[in-house]
C-alpha cells in the first residue's frame, strides 16, 4: 500500500520558519512526481511547491522567494523549507504523489501550520 506521510507542521510567529517532511512507502519513491499542496478554511486546495521525479522544482506564485522544495530518494521523502512565514500561510498542508508510470495520485493526511502576528 502506497502511503505519504507528513511531519513537522506547528505553530510559528509572523517571519518565522518550519520545515516540513514527507516520507513514502508502498512503492518506489523515484518513480514519484512529489509536491505540496495546502488548504486553508473555506479556500480551495493550491498548490504549494511540486518537484518532478528527476528534481525539476515549480512553486505556486505566493510562496516564490521564500519556499525551497527538495526531495531525497534515498530517504524515500520531499521536504518543504518555509521561511519567512505570515498568516496567510496558515493553512493544512498535504504531501502529494503522484506515479509517473501509472499517473495514479496519492495524498497524505496533512498537517497544521498555523502563522500567528
Known amino acids: 500500500q502506497v502511503q505519504f506521510v507528513e511531519s513537522g507542521g506547528g505553530s510559528v510567529h509572523l517571519g518565522g520558519s518550519l520545515r516540513l517532511s514527507c516520507v513514502g512507502s508502498?512503492?518506489?519513491?523515484?518513480?514519484?512526481?512529489a509536491g505540496w499542496y495546502r488548504q486553508a478554511p473555506g479556500s480551495q486546495r493550491e498548490m504549494v511547491g511540486t518537484?518532478?521525479?528527476?528534481?525539476?522544482?515549480s512553486y505556486g506564485n505566493s510562496v516564490k522567494g521564500r519556499f525551497t522544495i527538495s526531495r531525497d530518494n534515498a530517504k524515500r521523502s520531499v521536504y518543504l523549507e518555509m521561511n519567512n512565514l505570515t498568516p496567510e500561510d496558515t493553512a493544512v498542508y498535504y504531501c502529494?504523489?503522484?506515479?509517473?508510470?501509472?499517473?495514479?495520485?496519492?495524498w497524505g493526511q496533512g498537517t497544521q501550520v498555523t502563522v500567528s502576528v
Open positions: 518537484i518532478s521525479s528527476v528534481g525539476i522544482p
Open positions: 508502498g512503492s518506489v519513491f523515484e518513480r514519484y512526481d
Open positions: 502529494h504523489g503522484r506515479n509517473i508510470d501509472t499517473s495514479r495520485e496519492y
